[in-house]
Every structure is written in C-alpha cells, then in structure tokens.
C-alpha cells in the first residue's frame, strides 16, 4: 500500500490549527438555538446570549476533540456491506441531492423523478466500488419527499445510505424507518443504516433547525457529516491558507458543539471546499487549488484523528470528456492523500446534476486508482529472481511455472469500460465510453436484483412515508 502524501509541513499544519483556535477564541461562532447556548456556557465558552455569539475556548475544544470516535461504523442491509470510517481505506460515496438528470448522449437534461432516484439506488448496490448511496432530490413539491428518497433507497440498496434532510421535522420519519429496517434501537446504533447531515451553510453560522436536527440525530448515535461550503474570495479569504484556516475553524467549532451537546456522536470531517473563477465570479470545485485544499484537509483530519469526508467526486463541468479527466484527478488526488470517503461521485454542475453514464465510469476510475494505491507486492516470491535464472536469455516465459502461479495472484486491473484495442480491433464496433457506460447501465437496471426486504418491513415503511404525507403535508 502506497503511503499517504502531505501537502503541509509540520509547521504550517500548526500555523492553521493555531489560527483556527484564535478565530474561534476570539471571532467566535453564531448558534442560534437557546438551549445550545446554555449548553456551551455552561461548558466553559464565552456566550453573548442577546447576540448568540459564542466564543470558544482552546481547552474546550481540545477536551472535546478527544471524545470524537477516531472510527466508526457505517452499516449496509447485511454485514457484508458494512465499513468502517477511518483513514485504512477510502471509501466511495454517490453524488447527493441532484435535482437533474443528464444525457449525454441526448446532450440534454431533465428534472430528477422518484424512480431517478429508485434506479441511482440500485446502480450503487451492483457496483462494487460504491459504498455508500446519497439520496437525491426529485422534482416534487412534497416537503416529505426526503422520507420517500429515504424509502426507495432502503429497498433499492443494501449499501449504506446518507439520507439527505430539508427539515428537522422530518427526520422522525426517516429514523422510524431505519429503525423498522434495523429492528430495534441497539441494533441501529451498532450498525447504524443511514447517515445524516448538520449544515454550516453561512460562515461561521449555526441555524436552529440544524442543532434540532443533530439532537434527534445524536439519540441514535447516527454518524454525521457537518458540510463546509467556502469559496475562496466569496465567503472565505481568498488564499488558499486563509480559506484551509476558517475551514479548520468551522471544524473544530462544530467538534466543540456537537460533543459538548452529544458527547462521542459519530462525525466526519466533511468539506466541500471551492475557489472563485477570477473571470466569471463562479465557484470551481475541480481546479489544482482546491485539490490541493482537500489533501491538506485529508493532513488534518489525520492531525486530529477524525475521518474526512470530501466531495472531490462533484465535478463543474458538464462535458462528458472533461468529466473523464476531471474525475481521474479527483480520485488519484482524493486517495493518495488518504481521504476517508470521496462523495459527490457521478454529479456535476455543481452537484445539481446526475448522470447514469457517469455514476459507472466514476466507479471504472475509482477501480483504476484504488489499483494504483495497492503500490507493487514485492517479495522473494514475487521478484522471480530464480524464474529469471531458468528462463534465461532470449525466451519467455508464457508457460512458466513463475507465470502460471502468478498469474491469478498478481493484482491486475480489467476495466469493464476503458478500451485499450487497437484501431484495426475498435473500429469494427466503435463505440465511445459513454455508449458503452450506458449499455452497462441498461444491463444493470434490467438485470440486477436486489434481495427485497421481508414483506413487513416493506409495508412499515409505506406507513411511516403516508403517514409523514398525511401529517406534514395534509396529504
């Protein structure tokens, strides 16, 4: 296994830590939730209760770090789609929350349905290098459409689910249903089936619906992802290093509240960090710099032993060969500097968009480069010195014995998409990846079965989504 890489030096790893802290020391964090205040005051911040400033203190948020899980589990219908969260592995999430779906081959986009987001479930259960599915965002005005995303995904994935929220109200019904999916209230925080999301969304900002939802969260000790939107030069400084700093910062402040409020929850380090387009004014997600950001997070969660999260996955462009070699740098950057999940995978234009195509090349490029970071098995075995000596010069060594103990042994990687032929070879079918991804989409939604739920799981969870319906949405 390749070892990780740093992009920081021990000492600018400790010049942003150490500004981090004084920004929390002294600009401090707005938490807008009464009790919250209460709580943090009485754990030893500086709170402003007519302002709801609070500023935190370093021994708070060192004490509190230390009651972050340095690992934690996800958990898949069944044992064997489980995973641990930490810095062993990477693991490979699906974009979330598109509300479109792209064409390429159409070159057009349409609004995102239920059965969308049914199909993208069931695509991430057959693909083997996706681990965890995000729910989408279907084109519906139902402010319960997050209960029903939920729903299909369970009977669609036996992966982990990241369950995406619009509301805290709604989050009973969610954790209803992966309790009716799990059983009972232990089985679900052993093996928790879904996780969840508390956003920052403005600097430094914690809206009260937000702390509402972290506290029904934190009953069930659902593993969390607190997102981080900064654009470099928007809402962030400008430098790299100022925007890395405020990041840390919104980190750590949220590591103080949470294990101050639900001391020992589960919660990644999770960024989605992006710089300004100097000539447009748009944020990019893909460019040199913010990979660069997202390896330096990677450096800090390990600094602080929190797995990271991250959306390299979600690419800007639309244009389906752009995407190929966007992608293809976000991956070897994403896993080389030791993220603990790369999200966002199979979006672009931002995350609002989905491709079918997409979702299975990015699964074929994370293969690619989950080979690469296995590095080379070098051993006396491996290195045939005596293979070499009985071979000899001027013959080969096709049938070996060298060859044909190593020949299913050795790591190799057979791309189900990549066309490595020749011209004389591809040009009697010549089709492009995107074709080729397609049809495999196509086999895959018509020919792979996921195994169902038991019928009453089934029928419990179309209870708890008609009833969030009738209850929330007078439907």
């Known amino acids: 296994?390749?070892?990780?890489?740093?992009?920081?030096?021990?000492?600018?790893?400790?010049?942003?830590?150490?500004?981090?802290?004084?920004?929390?020391?002294?600009?401090?964090?707005?938490?807008?939730?009464?009790?919250?205040?209460?709580?943090?005051?009485?754990?030893?911040?500086?709170?402003?209760?007519?302002?709801?400033?609070?500023?935190?203190?370093?021994?708070?948020?060192?004490?509190?770090?230390?009651?972050?899980?340095?690992?934690?589990?996800c958990g898949g219908q069944t044992p064997e789609f489980d995973f641990a969260m930490d810095f062993k592995s990477t693991?490979?999430?699906?974009?979330?929350?598109?509300?479109?779906?792209?064409?390429?081959?159409?070159?057009?986009?349409?609004?995102?349905?239920?059965?969308?987001?049914?199909?993208?479930?069931?695509?991430?259960?057959?693909?083997?290098?996706?681990?965890?599915?995000?729910?989408?965002?279907?084109?519906?005005?139902?402010?319960?459409?997050?209960?029903?995303?939920?729903?299909?995904?369970?009977?669609?994935?036996?992966?982990?689910?990241?369950?995406?929220?619009?509301?805290?109200?709604?989050?009973?019904?969610?954790?209803?249903?992966?309790?009716?999916?799990?059983?009972?209230?232990?089985?679900?925080?052993?093996?928790?089936?879904?996780?969840?999301?508390?956003?920052?969304?403005?600097?430094?900002?914690?809206?009260?619906?937000?702390?509402?939802?972290?506290?029904?969260?934190?009953?069930?000790?659902?593993?969390?992802?607190?997102?981080?939107?900064?654009?470099?030069?928007?809402?962030?400084?400008i430098t790299l290093a100022g925007e890395l700093t405020m990041i840390n910062a919104e980190f750590l402040g949220s590591m103080a509240l949470i294990h101050t409020l639900c001391p020992g929850n589960p919660c990644a380090f999770h960024t989605n960090p992006q710089t300004m387009e100097l000539r447009s004014g748009d944020s990019q997600m893909n460019s040199p710099e913010v990979l660069l950001m997202h390896a330096a997070i990677s450096q800090l969660a390990r600094y602080y032993n929190v797995p990271s999260s991250q959306s390299q996955g979600t690419m800007n462009c639309w244009q389906d060969h752009q995407f190929v070699m966007l992608s293809s740098l976000a991956f070897m950057n994403g896993i080389m500097c030791g993220a603990?999940?790369?999200?966002?995978?199979?979006?672009?234009?931002?995350?609002?968009?989905?491709?079918?195509?997409?979702?299975?090349?990015?699964?074929?490029?994370a293969e690619y480069v989950f080979r690469y970071q296995q590095g080379i098995d070098v051993n006396v075995a491996t290195v045939g010195v005596e293979a070499i000596d009985r071979v000899g010069p001027r013959k080969d060594f096709m049938v070996d014995r060298h060859t044909l103990e190593h020949l299913r042994r050795e790591k190799r990687f057979i791309p189900s998409l990549i066309d490595w032929s020749g011209y004389e070879t591809w040009i009697q079918n010549p089709t492009t990846i995107i074709e080729r991804a397609q049809a495999k989409v196509d086999d895959i939604l018509n020919n792979h079965v996921v195994e169902p739920l038991p019928d009453d799981v089934q029928q419990e969870l179309q209870r708890i989504a008609t009833a969030a319906d009738r209850e929330l949405f007078g439907k």
Not at 24 to 48: C, K
Not at 151 to 167: C, E
Not at 346 to 351: K, L, P, T, V, W
Request: charged fraction near 20%; hydrophobic fraction near 45%.
């Open 91 to 237: 693991k490979i999430r699906s974009g979330g929350g598109s509300i479109c779906v792209m064409d390429w081959q159409k070159g057009r986009q349409r609004p995102l349905s239920y059965q969308d987001n049914a199909d993208f479930a069931k695509l991430t259960d057959a693909l083997d290098n996706f681990h965890v599915f995000s729910t989408l965002t279907p084109d519906v005005s139902d402010v319960t459409y997050t209960v029903h995303t939920l729903k299909d995904a369970l009977l669609n994935t036996r992966k982990h689910v990241w369950a995406l929220l619009n509301d805290s109200r709604v989050l009973k019904y969610q954790l209803e249903m992966a309790l009716a999916v799990r059983g009972s209230k232990e089985a679900l925080i052993k093996r928790p089936r879904i996780s969840g999301i508390v956003c920052i969304i403005e600097p430094l900002f914690f809206p009260h619906d937000e702390i509402e939802r972290l506290l029904q969260y934190a009953e069930y000790r659902v593993p969390l992802k607190v997102p981080f939107f900064p654009v470099g030069g928007a809402n962030a400084p």
């Open 1 to 73: 296994m390749i070892p990780h890489y740093n992009v920081l030096s021990d000492s600018e790893l400790a010049m942003i830590h150490e500004g981090a802290l004084a920004i929390l020391e002294n600009t401090g964090l707005i938490i807008d939730h009464p009790m919250a205040l209460e709580r943090m005051a009485e754990a030893g911040a500086s709170v402003d209760l007519d302002t709801k400033r609070v500023r935190i203190p370093k021994n708070l948020v060192e004490a509190c770090l230390k009651k972050a899980p340095g690992t934690f589990i």
């Open 340 to 365: 603990s999940d790369i999200g966002g995978v199979g979006s672009f234009g931002s995350a609002n968009v989905v491709s079918y195509a997409a979702f299975v090349i990015a699964s074929e490029l």
